[in-house]
């Protein structure tokens, strides 16, 4: 008899960061996480956790999803994603709805490979290996100062990552003295990667800071831009010696076929619990890979360092530093991977292999809204 999927919940937890990151789009006091739970009738749950950028991504999950996946069988699931899919071109292919699948597929294929007793890489065919890591970390904070940027870059270099994220403060003047500064404390450290959250001033104005900043070693500029302004993206990725990349928090094969043709980009960002799951992320992965171009992963390492192992052209996953305070996953997930050389090595328990606190869960859950 065929396995069923019995349930799909979802709830979100927030748990305060021990001190605010300071963007321009406001201050970041706490991180916002929603769970999502896929259940099989023998009483396996999969999991998965993301972000949900103060959207309902709970009710949301529940009101669009949970009545018409539970009870489906899960032999025929990707029929039942695409079928979910298609009815729902009128939603887009960004946004809150675009993330509630993606969370649900990401659980259910952490389900799908617990029943099959394998970890997630070796179900979608791929081979174990350790993973390239970017570090992310170096937000502002209102008590920057030289002195622990130098500290924060040291700490930063001493894991032996292949690049250092800093992220942007909206003003290039002041991130261009920020990038000097953590340069000037790591001569010959890793490249720099400078994260500008889609808030930059358009091309004309970014140019002369971001041609100064290859200065720095760059690795990539992120982020700079919407969505879909193609415009301002291609202006720039033209004119810069190093590589724009970009990707998170999109969705679509096609999207990402059209910032390739559009946007120029050189460096593709993916994130699972957003871009249409696992199955979405397979699919603009090998795409992406097809074309030649090198796929840097969103945070969420756990489950990024098991699709970096299913696609050989994923080169790196992200990685925030649990001392910097800049996020709160390893509160939820305490087991973190082991490093290898700088790099991750993913874990081969059947699934994604998380390992929950589920006191933590229990005591930061929300209502749902």
């Avoid at 993301?50 to 990707?78: C, F, H, K, N, V």
């Avoid at 699948?101 to 065919?125: K, M, N, T």
Wanted: charged letters at 20%; proline letters at 6%.
């Amino acid at each position: 008899m065929s396995a069923r999927l019995s349930r799909l919940s979802a709830y979100e937890v927030t748990i305060p960061l021990p001190r605010p990151l300071h963007l321009s789009s406001g201050a970041i006091t706490a991180r916002d996480y929603v769970i999502v739970e896929a259940a099989d009738d023998d009483g396996r749950v999969g999991r998965s956790v993301g972000y949900t950028r103060g959207a309902p991504m709970a009710a949301t999950i529940q009101r669009m999803l949970s009545a018409r996946w539970e009870g489906s069988d899960l032999d025929t699931y990707a029929q039942t994603y695409e079928a979910t899919a298609r009815s729902s071109n009128f939603m887009g292919t960004h946004g809150i709805y675009w993330r509630a699948i993606s969370l649900a597929d990401c659980a259910v294929y952490d389900l799908l490979a617990q029943r099959a007793g394998q970890p997630l890489h070796a179900y979608l065919g791929g081979t174990h290996r350790s993973v390239e890591t970017t570090l992310a970390g170096c937000y502002p904070v209102a008590d920057e100062t030289p002195e622990s940027l130098a500290l924060l870059m040291q700490e930063m270099d001493r894991y032996g990552a292949a690049g250092i994220k800093i992220t942007a403060s909206s003003d290039p003047a002041r991130d261009t003295e920020r990038l000097r500064l953590c340069r000037a404390a790591l001569p010959d450290g890793a490249p720099f990667i400078i994260d500008l959250y889609g808030m930059a001033p358009e091309a004309p104005v970014l140019l002369p800071f971001a041609r100064q900043w290859s200065e720095y070693h760059m690795a990539w500029l992120e982020d700079p831009y919407g969505f879909d302004d193609f415009s301002n993206l291609s202006a720039l990725a033209d004119q810069l010696e190093y590589p724009v990349g970009v990707g998170d928090e999109q969705s679509g094969l096609h999207h990402f076929e059209n910032l390739i043709r559009y946007g120029h980009i050189r460096f593709v960002r993916l994130d699972a619990t957003t871009c249409g799951g696992v199955t979405g992320f397979m699919r603009i992965a090998r795409r992406v890979t097809e074309l030649g171009l090198p796929i840097s992963c969103h945070v969420f390492h756990h489950l990024h360092s098991q699709l970096a192992c299913a696609v050989p052209g994923v080169r790196f996953v992200e990685y925030m530093l649990p001392q910097t305070g800049v996020d709160a996953i390893q509160y939820l997930l305490p087991e973190d991977l082991a490093w290898d050389a700088g790099k991750l090595v993913p874990t081969t328990r059947p699934g994604v292999g998380f390992i929950w606190d589920e006191a933590v869960l229990r005591s930061h859950q929300r209502p749902i809204a």
